[in-house]
């Protein structure tokens, strides 16, 4: 066990550092993350750098969980949280660091510089998504020069770490993308540093799967109705919801027994909802808000799609996949590696309203390919992407820098 690289006789102390601990695909791979290392016997504390509302099930691991007082948006209190983080962490003294996200994989390794080299902790970065995203306005456009602000802030927390870990294969080039110009192998730099380890998701809790009547009730759903629906945060242009609406549009137009649904909140919601007010699809297009039991959308979708301009390794589509969906996905991070094209459902171009529509249609007009589809999808989540093994891999990762260090 990975205890034994520390002492035979006390267990690995672990420390999840993330942005904020609500809801979304990180805060949803740490927690399974946190779930399987108590399992395991490990001691596991979480960090949030925003003095935000904290998700019930983290509380409900028994966990300790630290908020500091940083917000959400960038802001120069950002920076004073690494003072707050350093001495919360010289308190704590564990052995392993985890950051998720570029905020803490900036502010972390901050935190830990002056550490004596024999108490410092073994630090761990993860990149869950492409790291010019930082340099994306709300409008889409790239700032050059938040784009280089971008590629020194991930190159200084990559350079502090001990390893950079990805949440799929593809983010292996993103990486390389922050070390161009800085080194002249990088190879040399991945054999050493990157290590892969894939979202997973919670298998049991997608057991017995039945369609969940109450939420097709109430969007007036009739016998023939073909529910398209889609959960994420409502955070244009990144989750590409717009994009979804104007393909919408042109799916109701082939499609008139289509319906769609999307779950989740966020600033952009009024933007949208008048959106599809101008497209003239707001009586076919319900805004669910924040649904606690996502569980419950899954189960009452005939096809999920993801719209997204970009991601690293949405666990939305895991989800959806083993709930038995066909995902309509865009290609954007590792979604292809789940999502495999035109057996698990259909992947497009990012920002291609047109593709995502005719993936779309070829869905709702075809329920046997539906079924199919689905059926491949819950099959491929259930023999590759058990949150079990991302925690395996991670744990590995953790056993060969704490083996080296001690």
């Given at each position: 066990?990975?205890?034994a ?18 809801y979304?695909?990180v ?22 750098l ?35 983080l ?13 950051l ?8 972390g390794?901050?935190s830990?510089?002056g ?16 790291y ?42 993103e ?17 050493r ?21 109450d ?15 889609s959960?994420s ?5 990144k ?5 979804l ?11 008139p ?11 952009s ?10 497209l ?8 669910l ?12 979708l ?21 709930a ?43 329920s046997?390919?539906?079924?199919t ?10 023999e590759?992407?058990?949150s ?19």
């Amino acid at each position: 066990m990975i205890e034994a690289a520390v002492s035979s006789s006390r267990p690995l102390h672990v420390v999840q550092v993330v942005r904020s601990a609500s809801y979304g695909g990180v805060e949803n791979h740490v927690y399974e993350l946190c779930r399987h290392f108590l399992a395991q016997g490990l001691r596991v504390d979480l960090v949030s750098l925003v003095d935000q509302e904290v998700r019930a099930d983290f509380h409900e691991l028994g966990i300790r969980i630290f908020r500091l007082h940083d917000r959400m948006g960038w802001s120069p209190r950002s920076l004073t949280t690494t003072f707050e983080l350093r001495k919360l962490l010289r308190t704590l003294a564990p052995d392993v660091v985890h950051l998720h996200g570029i905020r803490p994989t900036l502010v972390g390794p901050l935190s830990l510089l002056g550490s004596r080299s024999k108490g410092r902790p073994a630090v761990f970065a993860t990149l869950h998504g492409a790291y010019s995203l930082m340099a994306i306005d709300y409008y889409g456009n790239v700032s050059r020069r938040l784009l280089l602000l971008a590629k020194a802030f991930h190159w200084i927390g990559f350079a502090l770490s001990d390893r950079v870990m990805v949440d799929c294969t593809t983010l292996v080039g993103e990486v390389r993308k922050v070390y161009r110009g800085l080194t002249w192998n990088f190879d040399r730099v991945a054999r050493r540093k990157v290590r892969v380890a894939h979202n997973g998701i919670d298998l049991q809790q997608f057991e017995n799967m039945q369609q969940h009547a109450d939420i097709r009730q109430r969007l007036g759903c009739e016998s023939g109705t073909v529910l398209i629906g889609s959960i994420s945060r409502l955070d244009e242009p990144k989750k590409g919801t717009g994009v979804l609406l104007r393909a919408a549009r042109i799916v109701l137009d082939e499609c008139p027994n289509a319906r769609f649904v999307i779950c989740g909140e966020g600033y952009s919601r009024a933007e949208l909802e008048a959106l599809a007010a101008q497209l003239e699809i707001a009586d076919r297009v319900v805004f669910l808000g924040f649904w606690k039991d996502a569980l419950e959308v899954y189960r009452a979708l005939d096809v999920f799609v993801l719209p997204s301009l970009s991601e690293g390794f949405p666990t939305v589509n895991l989800e959806a996949m083993a709930a038995g969906l066909p995902v309509v996905t865009t290609d954007v991070g590792g979604a292809a590696e789940a999502v495999h094209e035109g057996t698990c459902g259909f992947v497009v171009p990012p920002n291609d309203a047109p593709a995502l529509a005719a993936a779309m249609i070829r869905l709702c007009t075809d329920s046997a390919l539906r079924s199919t589809m689905g059926a491949h999808a819950r099959k491929v989540v259930k023999e590759s992407f058990g949150s079990d093994v991302t925690a395996r891999r991670v744990m590995d990762a953790y056993r060969e820098v704490v083996a080296r260090s001690g």
